[in-house]
């Protein structure tokens, strides 16, 4: 089992900057992605960024070259970085890993944390 705690978020006016974190606990030497993921009411959720094991990372196309995923404290912790925030930032962002337990691939999310991008 893998367990996500996030923190982080909250409001901003745009071109601000936020930072979320989340930390991993359980099984962490399993996990073999990190990343984050946000949904707005009433739509798909959508990837935002994620980053691999080997350190490759992924981005939206929405935020890249705004937003920087990146891990600490032994690839427990993962950090997005949002910079020059739109209002169409505006959802919940979720944390998720997954990991290769028994031989199978599970997904683990987070609570959730708010984003609002609002002047």
């Known amino acids: ?3 996500l705690v996030e ?3 909250g409001l901003v006016q745009p071109g601000g900057s ?3 974190s989340c930390a991993a606990s359980g099984s962490v030497s399993s ?3 990190m990343g984050w993921y ?3 009411p009433g739509k798909q959720i959508e990837s ?3 980053i691999f094991r080997g350190g490759e990372t992924k981005y939206g196309d929405s935020v890249k070259g705004r937003f920087t995923i990146s891990t600490a404290n032994g690839k427990t912790t993962v950090t997005l970085q949002m910079n020059s925030l739109k209002p169409e930032d505006t959802a919940v962002y979720y944390c998720y890993a997954n990991a290769v337990l028994d031989l199978k691939t599970r997904g683990y999310w987070g609570q959730g944390t708010q984003v609002t991008v609002s002047s």
């Open 48 to 50: 935002v960024a994620v």
């Open 31 to 33: 996990i073999t992605m």
């Open 1 to 3: 089992q893998v367990q």
């Open 38 to 40: 946000r949904q707005v």
């Open 18 to 20: 936020l930072r979320l």
């Open 7 to 9: 923190s982080g978020g």
